[in-house]
C-alpha cells in the first residue's frame, strides 16, 4: 500500500513540474532596476553507470562492475526558481554490468562466484530533483564562470535484470527480474562552467538509492541497492539571447559595471554643467561690459542712455537725450575750489544713500545733491563721481553696482542742470579700500561714492 502511495505522488510530483513549462517571466527595464531573466533551460548528458558508489563501502553484491559496458544516458528539463535554487526534470537510460556475485565471508576473507554475473537495463527512470547552487564564482563578468551544485530529490523508473550463474541457493533468488517498477532516491554533487552566454557544460556524479535490493537481479538480504551515475553534458539556455541566466548571473559584477556607468554618466553631467555655468559667466560679462559702455560718447552709459546715437559734442541730459537749450559754455583758464565748494560736496556724500544692493538713490539724499548741481551750474566745475564697495560678494557684482551707483548719481545731476560732459562716472568695486574689510566699521567705510571737483 504504501510502495502504491509513494508511486502515485512521485507521478503527480513530475506532472505538476511539467506543466510549468510555458509559465511566462515578467519584464522589467531601467538601470539598477529588475532585471529579466532566462529561467528555463534543456540539457543532454551521457557518462559511466557503476554499481560503485561512494557510499558503499564493502557492502557490494558483485565484486566488480564492468564499467566499459556500463553507458547511461539522458535529457533534463530545468527551471530556475531562484539565483541558488532550481527544480529539474532528469530522464535516464542505460545498462550496468557487474562481475562475480558475493557468496559469503569467512573471518576477514570474502568469497565471490566465478563466471558469475548480471546485467541491468534501465529502460527508462524519470526524477525531479532540487539543484542547490553552493556558489556563483563570478567578480569581473556577469556570467558565471563556475559554479559548483549539489542536488536531491525522488525518482522511478521501469528496470529489467538477469543474472548468470548465480544459483538460487546463495543468499536468497537470483533470476530474471524483467522489467520492474523501482522507486530511487538520487543525490549529487558537481560544478558546472559557463562557456557563453546560453551554454554550460555540466560535470556531475550522482548516487542514486534504490528502494529495492533487486535492483541487480541478486538478493543478498544485506541492504537496498545503490548505483552511482558519472557524467558531463551540455545545458542550453531558453528565451532571449540578450537576456543572462538567472544561475550563472552574477549581481556583483553586474552592481559594478552598473556603478561604473553611473559614475561616468554623473562626470559627464558635471563637465556638462561646469561648461554651461563658464558660457553663462561669459554672457553676463559681454552684457555688462555693453551695457556699462558709452557706445555714442555722450557721456552717460548705455543701460542708462534713452537716446543713444547723439551726434559728437551734443549737449545731453541725464537720460543720455539732447537738450533743447543748451548753456553757454564757459571756458576758465584756471578753476579755484574754495573750502565752502568742499563743504557742500562733503555735505552730499554724508547724506548720500542707496537702496540696499542697488543703485536706486533715495529721496532724503536729493536735497544735498541739488546743491552740488548748482554749485556745477553756477561754477561751470568738473565733477569726478569713483564708486567704491566693499569685499562681500563676487568682483563682477561689486564692479558692477559701484559703476552704476556713480552713474545714477551723475544722471540725477545731469537731470538737475549740470552739464553731463563734465562729469565722470567711474567704478572701482572692491580695489581701492580705505579700511580693513575683516570688521563690520571698515566694511561700512568701503562702501563709498567719493565726488572729486576740479
Known amino acids: 500500500m504504501k510502495s502504491k502511495i509513494t508511486k502515485a505522488a512521485m507521478v503527480v510530483a513530475l506532472v505538476g513540474a511539467s506543466s510549468q513549462l510555458f509559465a511566462q517571466d515578467a519584464p522589467s527595464s531601467g538601470r539598477f ?17 557503476s554499481q560503485n558508489t561512494i557510499f558503499n563501502g564493502k557492502e557490494r553484491d558483485f565484486q566488480s562492475a564492468n564499467e566499459g559496458k556500463s553507458i547511461g544516458y539522458g535529457a533534463f528539463v530545468k527551471k530556475q526558481v531562484l539565483p541558488g535554487l532550481g527544480l529539474q526534470l532528469d530522464f535516464l537510460r542505460g545498462k550496468m554490468e557487474g562481475l562475480r556475485a558475493f557468496s ?22 524519470g526524477s525531479l530533483t532540487a539543484v542547490y547552487n553552493i556558489a556563483n564564482i563570478s567578480i569581473n563578468q556577469e556570467n558565471a564562470v563556475l559554479i559548483p551544485y549539489l542536488k536531491a530529490g525522488a525518482g522511478y523508473g521501469v528496470v529489467g535484470a538477469t543474472t548468470t550463474n548465480v544459483p538460487t541457493s546463495v543468499f536468497g533468488t537470483a533470476a530474471n527480474e524483467g ?3 523501482r522507486v530511487f532516491i538520487p543525490v549529487g554533487v558537481g560544478f558546472k562552467l559557463g562557456v557563453s552566454k546560453g551554454i554550460n557544460i555540466d560535470f556531475g556524479y550522482d548516487v542514486n538509492f534504490v528502494k529495492s535490493d533487486k535492483f541487480d537481479g541478486y538478493t543478498s538480504g ?14 542550453f539556455a531558453l528565451g ?7 544561475q550563472n548571473y552574477s549581481s556583483l559584477a553586474n552592481l559594478r559595471n552598473q556603478s561604473a556607468e553611473e559614475s561616468a554618466d554623473l562626470r559627464r553631467a558635471l563637465s556638462t554643467a561646469e561648461e554651461n555655468a563658464r558660457r553663462d559667466r561669459e554672457a553676463i560679462a559681454a552684457k555688462y561690459a555693453q551695457e556699462m559702455g558709452d557706445d555714442d560718447g555722450d557721456g552717460v552709459a548705455n543701460k542708462f542712455d534713452k537716446c543713444p546715437g547723439t ?14 537749450v543748451q548753456r553757454e559754455v564757459i571756458k576758465e583758464t584756471k578753476v579755484v575750489v574754495t573750502e565752502a565748494d568742499r563743504k557742500v560736496v562733503d555735505e552730499a556724500i554724508k547724506n548720500l544713500e542707496f537702496d540696499l544692493g542697488k543703485a536706486t538713490i533715495r529721496a532724503k539724499s536729493y536735497t544735498t545733491l541739488n546743491k552740488v548741481a548748482a554749485l556745477l551750474v553756477e561754477k561751470n566745475f568738473s565733477l569726478k563721481l569713483a564708486g567704491h564697495t566693499d569685499n562681500t560678494g563676487s568682483m563682477a557684482l561689486n564692479l558692477r553696482l559701484s559703476k552704476e551707483r556713480a552713474e545714477a548719481i551723475k544722471a540725477y545731476l545731469v537731470s538737475q542742470g549740470a552739464n553731463a560732459s563734465r562729469i565722470e562716472a567711474t567704478g572701482y568695486g572692491p580695489n581701492q579700500p580705505i579700511a580693513s574689510n575683516k570688521t563690520a566699521e571698515g566694511r561700512q567705510k568701503n562702501r563709498r561714492v567719493e565726488f572729486t571737483l576740479y
Not at 544485506?222 to 545545458?235: A, I, P, Q, T
Not at 532571449?240 to 538567472?246: C, D, F, N, R, T
Not at 551726434?311 to 533743447?324: E, F, L, M, R, W
Open 240 to 246: 532571449s539571447k540578450e537576456k543572462p541566466q538567472l
Open 311 to 324: 551726434p559728437a559734442n551734443t549737449v545731453v541730459d541725464g537720460a543720455g537725450c539732447p537738450i533743447k
Open 33 to 49: 532596476a529588475s532585471k529579466e531573466f532566462r529561467t528555463w533551460s534543456v540539457g543532454i548528458h551521457g557518462g559511466i553507470l
Open 222 to 235: 544485506r541492504s537496498n541497492d545503490k548505483f552511482s551515475y558519472g557524467h558531463v553534458g551540455l545545458e
Open 179 to 181: 522489467y520492474k517498477e
Open 104 to 125: 559469503g565471508e569467512f573471518g576477514d576473507t570474502r568469497t565471490y562466484l566465478a563466471n558469475s554475473s548480471y546485467e541491468t537495463k534501465i529502460e527508462w527512470s
